[in-house]
């Protein structure tokens, strides 16, 4: 359940950010009236969010065996090239979001109503498709009924109530530490998404290696367990992968983090050296 609170705070709080900004900006600069067309954008947004959703659960449901195998070995996959992305995107443009948001809105109210909604649509949108698309491969990961489902509403929840906090003042958090860990800790939850997928590509005969197991701990780490329930569902974790599953998470993961890592080390500013003055000559 973590994990999947974890993916739906996160991509929440981005869209959260993003209405928070857009609804000031309209406030502050006396334009109230065009507050409208920006609600019905985001309610458009969400609303196919949860369309998009939907169609997964009940489109996938009634394909064969090997067919919802390949389909969700390969949805995972895309899911977790989307959400790499964005942890990256976000982390460069963060700074910049505000600043990139008002020059939108202010040439979608030069334009009309219908730039307006557009604008609002697309700038959550994003957002709602990654969030629906990767929360759906996350609940096949760990097959644990509603509690991924639960986790992932708590999460967006507690995003909506961020972003509210955020408009009215009331809460100041470091917003690019908040970012770092938790992508970080979604780089963490896409691996095991993407070693799911591997699985789910080999049980549809799409990739080899199904019956060639890396190691076996199920006796000492039962899935059956509490704490393999936990594990499976904060991490993906598999007590029996196979090769191809671990050397994917392994080909992933440690890359990714340290790209990640890096780039957050290289993207400081350094101080300019201040000039040493001259002694006057004697």
Sequence with gaps: MFGNYLIGLREGLEASLVVCILIAYLVKTGRKDRLPPVWIGVGSAVALSMAFGAVLQFGSSQLTFEAQEALGGSLSIISVGLVTWMVFWMRRTARHLKTELHGKLDAAIAMGTTALVVTAF????????????????????????????????????TSVVLGWLFYRGALKINLAKFFTWTGAMLVVVAAGVLAYGVHDLQEAGWLPGLHSTAFDISSTIPKDSWYGTLLKGVFNFQPDPTVLQLVVWLLYLVPTLAVFFNLLGGGRSKKPAQPVAAKPAA
């Design 122 to 157: 697309l700038a959550v949108g994003r957002e709602g498709l990654e969030t629906s698309l990767f929360i759906w491969t996350a609940v096949q990961a760990t097959g644990d009924g509603w509690n991924p489902l639960i986790g992932a509403a708590l999460g967006l929840l």
